[in-house]
């Protein structure tokens, strides 16, 4: 039979038709993600016929070769080796496709079930990485597409010099995956959580290796990055950049051109060569003649003012114009901002301004991450020196060792400092100082920026107001005037007009229904929110009613169902989550673009419109038969915090509020909407968790005052307070107290 022209025949025909209804059927397979086992059964079916095929086909050459007598000869040998090639080939077929169909089947049994309990856990990491790896084996799975792009946010790389390596690491990650060459369009990177994505870029030209800050992306600038000083960080320019500092408010549209920033202070011996090349006698370095608040300054007799301790030219700590003796690698310390100045123009640099200075403590962009702590040395008896651990992309001692100038003016006599120092007794990283500028307090040091332009900027000249305010000693309101305040947020009880809809969503267990009612003011919009409920609870559920951060300011979209998973605690423990679109959120009519206050009536009137959009969602949620609203509670994190201190005052329906990382707000807004007076009048039970070392809300300025205002009774109060937490919390910890609180109260 192997022998023969017509079993060639056969089997080259059943593979080619074989291989063709595979290919198909593979295909259809993974792109509706159907059951592995009916490819099994097909495949196995298509095998049989194969070998009945054989039988028959054996059965018939063998009756007709009893007829001829059999020549081997060389062509017969080859037709049979011919033959036996493509039954293996048919093997290997049958074996490929059915391994294939293995893990097809692995995707769905295994896989797949992975992915999504990671996605319930919020461990994008591990989901980025996991469906990258399997769409390189299943290209066009609609699911794993799904899962990669929930996990992932895309960025852009370019360079202004072409052929631009591009490298990537993911969060903690040691390895370097090569991403290409720039420009590079649509790069993926692992969303660590709905809002934070972390990753880090190296980029190669040359002989020239540059790693960015952690998580930049965009434009990156090689001619600069190649005149970066020795010893320097390079920093990329940055545009409509958020910037807060706790009473400096600087708003979202900022702009930093490209700077570098020295990676360790000036040293006592760096300083010295300033010293002893006569830059205490060279008056071009100096900014003198000075007028400051009417009186004149001259170089010969200001210059004299900054001498040693036995009056030699040099810091306030040095002796004879020399610092201790094996200290030469510390930071000089003991020195005014003049000096910081002279000493910064002798290099043919500058000091930092505040923009730089925040840009290169990691405190710029709208973020709840940890600013960058590393190297901070505070409560210690004496600095330690400048080189302390140094790597590519952070300034370790930026926060603590000492203080640093920077050349931004607070008035005409008073300059700023900032970071903190080795003396302080506490965390002062975001801590504003001002001082003199002839202030040579030991703890006072430097650091020095490169700029690449020779152009004096705003940033530069802007002169920083710092709102320091002491609430304790302002002055409350009667019960009387207060009650006019509050009938600001008054309305006529008007028909809801309800619309209903319910809102589809994957996850079976939970309801989501939304609801539209016209608003309690004039307005061509209505008011509209969300209700999940899980349909465990649907009969009877406690409602909570959320305020929403910062974010729903500057985003226009609400994508309710992302809210599903972070709430399921408290889904399924039976209570509703209560998402109003409030006036100025989400997609509905912004007449603010900021979330702290100010003087302005526009910002009085949007308070207003916020706290009547409040009121009138609770009439509504009274009307609803399935929610105990005598159980209601409030939920706020950030703005939804600081904003609880006025909505919780004028309504008395709320019964217990959990409030993330608050305060009170140090700027002022019109008197009848200033939040120490309302939040004086909330009497319910509070959770209140804060980290101390909030760099937006700061602990001692804006919660202290809080803590010490708030009318809720002692007993009432649950304060927990985070030694080494930010303005990001730890999800198990808020978690597990709201639970614990809501046991309690609700």
Known sequence: MFGSNRFFQFVSGFIAFGFTILQGLDWLFEKYNLDGKLFNYILLGLFSSFVISLIVLFTRNKKEASVKSKIKNQKSKLIVIGNVILTGLFLILFLYFFRKSQSGDDLLTEQLPKISKAFEEKNNLYIFKKTKALLKKFPENEILKNYFIKSSWKINVSSDVEGTEVYIKYHKDSIWNYAGITPIDSLRVPAITRDVHDFNLKLINGNTEFIPDGEEYGHFDFSLINKVPEGFLFKKKKENIFM?????????????????????????????????????????????????????????????????????????????GNFIEGEENFPVKGVSWFEARAYAKYRGLSLPNLFQWLDAAHLSGFTAKLPNIIGSNYNSNKPREVEFNVNNNILPNIAGNVREWVNNSHGNDRRVILGGSYKEDKYTF??????????????????????????????????VQHIKRNFSLEKDVSDEVFEVYKSQFEYPNTELKVKLVKVESSDKKYKIEKFEIPTPYKSEENLYGYIITSKKFENMSKPIIEFPSAGAIFNDKLNIINYIKPKKYLLDEGYSIVIPVYHNTWDREKTIKHWWPDETEEYKNTIVKIGKDFKRVIDYLETRENLDVKSLSYMGYSWGSVTSNILLAIENRVTSAAIFVGGLMLQKSRREIESHLYVRRIKIPILHIVGKLDGIFEFEDSFIPWNELIGTNEKDKTIITLENAGHGLPKDLQIENHLKFLKKYN
């Open 430 to 463: 975001n801590s504003f100082y001002s001082l003199s500028p002839f202030d040579r307090s030991i703890q006072n040091g430097l650091r020095l920026v490169k700029n690449f332009s020779n152009e004096i900027t705003s940033n530069d000249e802007f002169v």
């Open 244 to 320: 807060n500092f706790p009473g400096i408010f600087l708003g979202s549209d900022n702009l930093i051109p490209p700077f570098a920033v020295s990676k360790t202070e000036v040293s006592n011996q760096q300083f010295k060569e300033f010293i002893d090349d006569g830059g205490y006698e060279n008056s071009e370095f100096w900014d003198f003649p000075i007028n400051i608040n009417g009186k004149e300054y001259s170089f010969e007799n200001s210059v004299k003012l900054f001498t040693d301790k036995f009056g030699k030219f040099g810091p306030v700590n040095w002796t004879y």
